[in-house]
C-alpha cells in the first residue's frame, strides 16, 4: 500500500509569550492581513497567508518561535507505517490532540514539527489545546 503527500492548508507560528502580543499586532495591524478568528473565539488568532491559513500560538515555555507546518497524507494509516519504516519518530506528546483528530506528529531531520493528517481531518474553529 502506498500513500501520497502533499502540503497542508495549516502554518502554526509558536510564540513565545514575551513576543506574542507583539507578534499578533505585527500581522493584524502593521501587515493588515485577513484575519479568519471565529467571532468569539480569543485564543489562536488566524491569518490568511496566500492560500494556507496561519495560526498564532501563545506558548509560555518557549524562548524563541517555532514554525510547525500540516502535512496531508492519501492514506493515513499507510503514511504512520511508511514514515515509521524509513526512521521518522512520531512526536504525539509534543501536543495533545482531540481524539477524534485522526492525525499525528513527527518532526524533520532539522526538527521543524509536522502535523500528518488525513485530507478530511482539518482543526475545528474551537480547537483550543489542553496542555
Not at 499525528?104 to 474551537?126: E, K, M, Y
Request: charge should be negative.
Amino acid at each position: 500500500m502506498t500513500t501520497d503527500f502533499s502540503p497542508g492548508e495549516n502554518i502554526a507560528m509558536k510564540i513565545p509569550a514575551h513576543e506574542y502580543e507583539a507578534t499578533v499586532a505585527f500581522y493584524r495591524e502593521i501587515l493588515k492581513f485577513e484575519e479568519l478568528t471565529p467571532p468569539g473565539v480569543r485564543e489562536t488568532p488566524r491569518f490568511a497567508f496566500g492560500d494556507k491559513i496561519l495560526w498564532l500560538d501563545r506558548e509560555p515555555h518557549l524562548s524563541q518561535a517555532e514554525i510547525w507546518l500540516q502535512i496531508v497524507a492519501s492514506d493515513i494509516q499507510a503514511a504512520s507505517s511508511y514514515l515509521e519504516q524509513r526512521g521518522c519518530q512520531r512526536c504525539d506528546e509534543i501536543e495533545r490532540l482531540p481524539e477524534a483528530f485522526n492525525s499525528f506528529w513527527i518532526t524533520s531531520p532539522c526538527n521543524i514539527i509536522h502535523l500528518v493528517s488525513p485530507a478530511d481531518d482539518s482543526p475545528p474553529d474551537d480547537m483550543t489545546k489542553e496542555n
